[in-house]
Each structure stands twice: as C-alpha cells, then as structure tokens.
C-alpha cells in the first residue's frame, strides 16, 4: 500500500496465527496497515509461510520471525532512505516485537490485540527500546486491558497504551477505535528521535 505523495517512513503489519485462520486480509491488519497509510507510510502485509500461496509450513514462531526480517529486507531494498516500523495484530504482534528486540531496523513498533497468555515468557518485550503502541481490548481473552497496562507500566518508555473499552480480542465492533489508535500515534511520526 503506498500513500499518495512521497512516503514519510515505510512499515510491515504481521498477521494473526496461521494456524487459527490468521492472513494479511484480517480486518485488523487492513484498517492498521490502512491507518499507516493515510499518515504519510507505504505499508506491506504479507502472509507467514505456509498461509495462502506463500510456500513453507508453519514453524512455531521461530521462521515466522524469519518471514518478518525478509519483509523488513524488502521494505529496505525498496525504501533505503526511509526509517522502518514493525508491527502486527496477535500472533503477529509477538513476531513484530521479537524482532524489534534483537534487529536495530525497526525505529518504533506496535503491537494490536498482544497475546500476553498464549506466551511462556514476554521478557523479550523488555528489549525494545524504539517507541512503542500497544492498543489492547478491555476484555481480550488472551490479555485483557489491565494486563496490558501492567505490562506497559514495567517497559521503558517511550511506550503508549490504548485500551478499546469492551472490545474482545477481534475488536469485533471497535475496529474503528483502533484505526483511530494507530492512526494518532503514526501522525505523531515516533521513529523520529524527540
């Protein structure tokens, strides 16, 4: 998706579990990829291996971060001069972030709909240094707002929170709320040092 006029910086949006029926075409992933876009970003989704006519088979999160460090290869090759941002929705949310821990590309990161649950340590989440969003559900059964928020409490910042009040985990409903979310914190422009 590329914005009208000359881009301001250059993102990928990950997806949600391929396993659970995750792709680029999830309305998350849509309206955040959307929202970048309006700002000034040219954004790339892409499917993980394995999910729709991309090759390979799902591998547990340890190539999916692969697919993630190739899509940001791309974005490289195709913007060298514009700053990178990474991020994704549920399973995607968790890749974006593991990369951003250990690859210095990335110079701000979100996470939609962060799978705090489904995960037997976050301390990786620690090491993300750049600016950070997380927009979260109130009710998200695999973390709900107030984990979010003491989670976010612990990081250093720059990191802003943006509980959907009675959203569930699909933001069924609220996906407007987090276009919104995704849209403010992009015009701010936080890949760029304060």
Known sequence: ???????AAAAVVCHAHP??????????????????????LAVLRFNFRGVGRSAGTHDQGRGEQDDVRAALDELERRFAALPLVLG???????????????????????ALGFPL????????????????????GQHD????????????????????????PEADHFFEGHLDAVQKAVSDWSAARPWHPA
């Not at 695999?142 to 910042?157: C, K, T």
């Open 1 to 7: 998706m590329h914005p009208e006029g000359a881009p």
């Open 19 to 40: 396993l659970h029926g995750g792709m680029m075409h999830f309305k998350v992933v849509f309206r955040a990829a959307k929202a970048l876009q309006e700002q000034g």
């Open 88 to 110: 994704g929705f549920s399973f995607g949310s968790n890749m974006a972030l593991r990369v951003a821990a250990v690859d210095e590309r990335p110079r701000a990161a979100f």
């Open 117 to 136: 649950k489904m995960m037997e340590a976050d301390s990786f989440v620690d090491r993300v240094r750049v600016p950070r969003l997380f927009v979260q």
């Open 141 to 164: 059964a695999f973390a709900s707002g107030a984990e979010i928020e003491a989670l976010v409490a612990r990081l250093p910042p720059p990191c802003h929170l943006v509980v959907v």
